[in-house]
């Protein structure tokens, strides 16, 4: 087999999918385009349109061929289908929206995606009509029309480019001019925006345009069907169309005739009831109009009653009527191609009398006065609207005629009668009567019977139409209304009498009474008539006429007919006065009848005037007074007769040319302007019809030569100039009758008189020149004489062309226009009609003949120049230029053409530049030009001088470029011509002159722009670059233009899909490299010039840069290198380069622009200084290679940060993220690039982010570093982002007191306390004492809510950030981050997976290995971390209260440690705390927290681990400091208060060491064995042993308060607690051997020691070992594993086992190790338990002192111990509030009271509130402490600090005593107010003064508490400012300490609360 290419099938369109079974084979889907290359056999090769890489076999059978074009056969063939440009549009445009279309689906724009399936289905079945061809020209149109309305609507709403199209198909822009382009796009944006298409043209009508022909409208009527089913007999439907307003029927009627059956009485006419209304005009349409339709029935007089009238006698009878309002039905039929179905229900008349106004009655809904005639009673009808000629409608819809519709005529003539449509038509309305009963009982039933008799008395046949559908009858009778002596009818029927048998004619109506009787007979009882011709010959005029009735009751009488002619038949008959006495007929004086009657006749008419000019020659000596009477003659009649007037017009003139000439020239001037009027410009068409096809008068061009002569050269001596106006209206026409009456007397007479003509015309035109030279300005008629001569221009000329040559008409009309005065010689409105006939004339035929046009051109381009100087009619000129440039678009082949451009780029493209520079600098103001009305007139004007430029300069070749710069006289000119195009291209570049979707209009014009910049550059390097005349303004705004060109938005391909990037490639290329190969090599050729452009360019050339395209990048970048080159040679370094640089850059990526790859960009200006050669050379000799290396890398890292910057602050990410990222770069800044300013910026944006998210305290740590910059010095400062100039003194105060007001929202007063000093002083050494006074009183406050308000603990986290898909800043980094208040594990570990959605987390704590780190992936390691604090001094100050050591434990922290366990070496099963070993790692931040951030990165790690029994040390030694604190705080409290959480400590300790606690700790160190082998931890195992005792004694005195406060329902709980605590002393195998020992170092006192022991001797006490709280557990490790759960988090003081490390909810993408079997139950209770932060007592309400259910509150309290605040941030919620100090504390509860848990703990937080004055809690003990630290508990790890000094000293006991703070709270500062709530363990030591004197006498008591005094608070110990702060803001170390005990007489100053309310923020700003 051989394959061989293909000729003619290239092209396919696949009809069945192809899979590809074979080898190479090419899949292929249904409806796939494929190109076709070889075939072979029964098997193609080539490729699918849809992926051309791609190629492949496939059958042939496969695919259906269509015809294509191929262009450029070969590798690279084109080929293109052959079919509708339109239908190919489709389909091209159906592919590119369905990717679109999907997308909207994805994006959730449900509504938008239906409704773009909806018009996708419609364009479908659109291109389904176009391709089968079975339509109509005016349907294809149709179509068409359609089609491109919703592809632009698609477009427009898909985001798409719009389409420019010329009669609906794309066009080429290489095919049409700019001008031509924009007037597509505005035509195409119009028709989206109207939803109709619109021409190509300008959607502006200019002015002098002539209106096209009116619109007719035709309405088609279909009867289907008329339901009916009780009338039984013949009846008769008349249709008809009503207006409402007018009240008045304006068609005729469609008659139709039906059986009784309801089917049609002819058979034939089945499905034939069609009716066509014609003529309806366009007001017509907008009347108020209704369908009539009544029913007149055939049969009885009455229906339901056979007895009146014999069967055999048939009556007209009204029966019913219907009505359908055109205005709800109107838009529908206007917008459906299809009849429309519509049904109408009938109504019967109440009253027969009121029958006539019946559909009067239906439409106002008076429903008084009609009835429903039945339910099922209706006409069905179809409706059809049409558009255009009843002919042309013929022969596009053969299938409608074909039915034989019956047209149905308008009453009266249409908007244009045109030449040849001749009708006579009278319309008969039988109006009333009035007649005599005629001595009857009853009223008659009178019956009409009209007849038309001619002057024989002869009834005309056929000459009565009742209405269309049905034949024309000899007589009519109307129908019977019964007994009725003055019947209405109101019928209608049409006369069609023929002309000739009109004139003695007349109309009888004979009235006859319809018996009811048997007989039923018709007796005639009286006539009328009329005549329809008067004696003068005009006919019965259009109005109502009362005729006279006449007796008669024999017929036979009618036979002559002259004797009753001769009788009067109205009061205004003129026979009156002369008839003779009637012999045969008498007047019935008291009856009379009413008809109405209208003409419709283009022969006869009712105006005497006008019947005597038509028959001028019966009376030829009254010519001159019938054609002066013309004048009065109605302009409806004139129009009407126009034919007949003009033909007797001109025959009066060729009858006597002397006599007659100058009144007919007058006539025809009257005629011509009557159609100028706007109610018959429609006529206009009638005329010229005349004129080409009726005129005959071959010899009047020489009166009318002559006559208009005369007019214009006596114009000038004439004062009043109406007459000569109205000539120079007429001269269009009076031309055109000269013309053609010059041409008729040419073919008759074969050309002679022919140079005479010649010569008259000539001399005619003198005066035309003649005329228009005069000077208008003084006298205002002459000037509107001349414009009326003007605007005639230049229709004379075209119908001159007819005559003489185009040269010679071009003389003619050069003349005329040449002889106007010059712009500022005529009056405004003559300037105005000027310029319009001058752009009539380029409208003309005329200039499109280039010998014409070369004639005609200067002249154009002179008044343009002048106007267009001037700033004049700026809207006239631009329709000029924009057709100018279209013909000579169209002309361009011709080699005249060149000629034209140069003649037009000499006169207009500088003034152009200049037009367009004004119209863009007041674009925006509201200063209006004349013809502007709007702003978007603005626009569209600077958009058609815009592409009038474009037109202009893309015609122009290289010659005409280079012939402009040889014209300029000067290098001043030659510049000014520069500046002004660069100007007039860069504000193109940044005003959107176009709109978005005009895409192929940008496109264009950056192609223009571009080659005119080429063209102009060569100028400007050959005049402009030399030392001497280098002009640095020229050349920037050149670069500026460049760069501009370069950052287009059009000209971004990467934004392109790649189907309209290959277009723009294939047509121009990528511009944007273009334009910088042509900047660069401007560039190199400035040479040492090019210094003056630094640094203003450094900032755009960088924005080049920062685009995708990587060609650009490398032309641009050695720019860079050239600059740093220039400023070393110049200024010996780069400085200048380097800041602009640094500027530029942050500015450019901050506005969103660079890419990935940029990253690696100024790399490559490293590679400039080595691997080029040409470049190494020139810098071998240089010293700067290492400083420029410095700066490309430093600017490298910038760019890493800057676009992690930018990408954060772009994109949806979290507040973290951005904040994250700012902080980077502002350190960045700080340390690495020192640019104080762009520091000072990133600052201020970083706090704005953090007052967002509400982060008050890093907002004011971040202000507070601009606070630094600053001293309190008056140098004056200028303006700063949102400062004013100020001095920086003020600038710094402002500053404090922002950064104090965010320190106060943030609630870290501690903070904001240094600042109120450093301010005070300040203001003290200014002696402001106002602004002093109010910052003491916010120092004041300060220290009030440090004691008052509540704050919470944060919890930390470590957060690792490993793999390569993290930002730059966290990529394989890990940092510590301040939790927000309530956050805690669970919480946090959600929100960073939230933050990072593609993050999967690591499920143990280990360091990940450089896989990890290395991957294309997001790994997070989460856990909690303790702090660690700098110093415990103020946490071992045992008289600061807690809620001040609270805020010391978490803030100003940098180090942070967790823990691991593990055992080491072999395992023991029996005791494992043997083995159990801790590893302790210490994070070292680079920053403390809280900062300006909330996290910070860990700089260093420590690691240390911790044996079993220093552990164990530190287990019981926190325990014991807990027991301290608690049994202080009850141990002076009265009896019956609630001491829940004293018993339930008590029991978790107590029951704990029973069941074998503190054993296990003496089984594993006390052992003799473990003391031999490990003899260094002796020491140790003493002070373990120590510890354990001092718990027991401690124990003792708890139980001894308890026995004291215990209710009395509780002592069964005391009695069991006081057993266990026997059992658990004599558990103890060595018994008490310190007990006097420890009694006199003063730990306890004998008293409370007897207390203790009521009952024994001292005995020996065995080891004890208690868990966790709350569940007891066999093996220690079992309390990590109670850990582990979905929720669960690491301990903070003792992290759990690996596998527990970092859990992260289950429910987001990993697992977590569960809960063993048998503490699942234990957990699910504990999480049942309240938040961690409230009390036990105001938690659980129902829990009383006094209650009931005493036992369930014994075992309650016994199962939660001490409901306290834990700050573990490893605990879940009910670990927390279990209080779970460690996995080895010293207290347990009771399993078995759980599910008591589960059904009572139910109350929700209760907030603590404030303790009321003369309350407070201390305890005393007689004794001081033991020496080692105090240990904070393990739920809160001791945060030691640097302080700042206090304000006053802190009271001390007289040395030998200290108190013991019992406040465990987080930082919660407020107690109960109600007396019983006393017992809340929240409460700081508080000291009243009585207290303070007496530990100054020395009389130390038991507890001083007990005296009620006023009470003060401490003084809080202040953190340290930054590091960054003055050092004059820190305390000196000596200081924080008191060295002498300090007597306080007096309680220090309290502001009262309502001062301290005055004392806000607001009234700090004020100062």
Sequence with gaps: MMWTSTEDEKLGVVICSFRGSVGHSLALELGDIVHILEKCEGWFRGFSVRKPKVKGVFPSSFVHLRKAVVTNRGPHECVLPVEDPVVTEVTLTLQEWLLLWKQLYVKHRVELFYKLRHVMMELIDLRRKLVSGHMTSEQSRDVRKHVTVRLDWGNEHLGLDLVPRKEFEAVDEDDVSVCDLYKMHLSSRLSVQQQSSAQGDSPRQRQGELSRVPVQHHLLVHLKSFTYNSIGEDTEMFFYLYDLRENRSISERFMVRLNKNGGPKNPEKLDQLCALFTDLSNKDMKRDLYIVSQVIRTGRMLLNDSKKGPAHVQYRRPYGCAVLAMSDILQTISELKEEKDFVLKVYTCNNENEWCQIHENIIRKSSTKYSAASSSYGVLISLQLFRGDVDQLRRDNPHFFSRNVFITRKLGFPDVIMPGDVRNDLYLTLERGEFERGGKSVQKNVQVTVYVLDADGEVLKDCISLGSGEPNVPEHASFVLYHNNSPRWGELVKLPIPIHRFRGSHLRFEFRHCSTKDKGEKKLFGFSFTPLMREDGTTLSDDTHELYVYKCEDSTTFSNHAFYLGLPCCKDDLHTANAPPALVFQRSLKESFWISTQLSSTKLTQNVDLLALLKWKAHPDRVLDILGRLRHVCGEEIVKFLQDILDTLFSILDDNTDKYGALVFQSLVFIINLLRDSKYFHFRPVMDTYIHKHFAGALAYKELIRCLKWVLDHSAEVVRQDHIQEVMKAVEYLFKFLVRSRLLYSRATCGMEEDQFHCSVQELFQSVRFVLSLDGRGADTLAFTQATLLSSFPVIFEELLQMFSVQEVAEFLRGALGSLPSTGHMPQNLDVVKLQAVARTVDSSLFTFPESRRILLPVVLHHLHLHLRQNKELLICSGILSNMFSIIKSSSMDGVVQEEVEMMVESLLDVLLQTLLTLMTRSQSQEAVRGQRCPQCTAEITGEYVSCLLSLLRQMKDSHFQHLMENFQSKDELKEFLLKVLCVFRNLMKISIFPKDWNVLRLLTSSVILNTSQQLSSALHENFTEDDFFDFQVWNSYFSLAVLYINQPSLQLENLSSTKKKKVLDRYGDMRVMMTYQMFNMWQKLGENKVHFIPGMIGPFLGVTLLPQNELRNIIIPIFHDMMESEQRKHGNFKQVEAELIDKLDSLVSEGKGDENYRELFSLLTQLFGPYPSLLEKIEQETWRETGISFITSVTRLMERLLDYRDCMKGDETENKKIGCTVNLLNFYKSEINKEEMYIRYIHKLCDMHLQAENYTEAAFTLLLYWELLRWVDHPLKDLLHYSAQTEWHRKEGLSRKVIHYFNKGKCWEYGIPLCRELAFQYESLYDYQSLSWIRKMEAAYYDNIMEQQRLEPEFFRVGFYGRKFPFFLRNKEFVCRGHDYERLEAFQQRM??????????????????????????????????????????????????????????????????????????????????????????????????????????????????????????????????????????????????????????????????????????????????????????????????????????????????EKLVHPEMRPLHKKLMDQFQVMKTSLSHGLPGVERIIHRGIISSENYRLMHPHSETGNIGNLLILSDGMMVEHPEEFYRLQASPSSSLSSTHSAPSQMMSSAPSTIRVGSPSLTEKHKHTREMLMLLPHRECYANALYTNLTDNGQNHLQRALFHQLIGPCKPCSDPNLSVADKVLSIPSSWSLDSGTREALPFLSTHVTAPPVPPRNLPHGHHLSLLYDAVHLQTPPTRSLNKSPLPTTLAPPTSRRSTLNGSSSTLSVSTSSGISSAPTDQDELDSLYQPIRYGVAELRLLDRGKAGPCWSHTPQDHHHFIPLLPPLLHLHPPTLLPKPEEATPSAPHFISQPIISFPRDDQGRVSWEHGLTH
């Design 1393 to 1602: 997976l939230g933050e990072f959605p593609q993050a999967i987390a690591m499920q143990h704590p280990n360091q990940p290995d450089e896989a990890i780190l290395q991957c294309d992936a997001q790994y997070l390691q989460i856990y909690a971390v303790t702090p660690v604090p700098e110093s415990v001094d103020v946490l071992q100050m045992e008289r600061v209260p807690e809620r001040i050591k609270s805020f010391y434990r978490v803030n100003n922290v940098r180090r942070f440690h967790h823990d691991r366990p593990f055992h080491r070496g072999v395992k023991d099963r029996d005791n494992e705390f043997k083995s159990l070993w801790i590893e302790r790692t210490t994070l070292i931040l680079s920053h403390s927290l809280p900062g300006i951030s909330r996290w910070f990165e860990v700089e260093r790690k420590e690691l240390v681990e911790v044996s079993p029994l220093e552990n164990a040390v530190s287990v019981v030694e926190n325990k014991n400091q807990e027991l301290r604190t608690l049994i202080g705080q009850y141990q002076h409290k009265q009896q019956q208060r609630n001491i829940n959480l004293l018993s339930m400590t008590l029991n978790g300790v107590v029951d704990a060491a029973v069941n074998g606690g503190v054993a296990r700790y003496q089984e594993a160190f006390f052992d003799k064995d473990y003391i031999i082998s490990h003899p260094e931890d002796t020491e140790k195992i003493t002070q373990l042993k120590d510890l354990m005792q001092d718990q027991v004694h401690i124990l003792g005195v708890g139980l001894a308060v308890h």
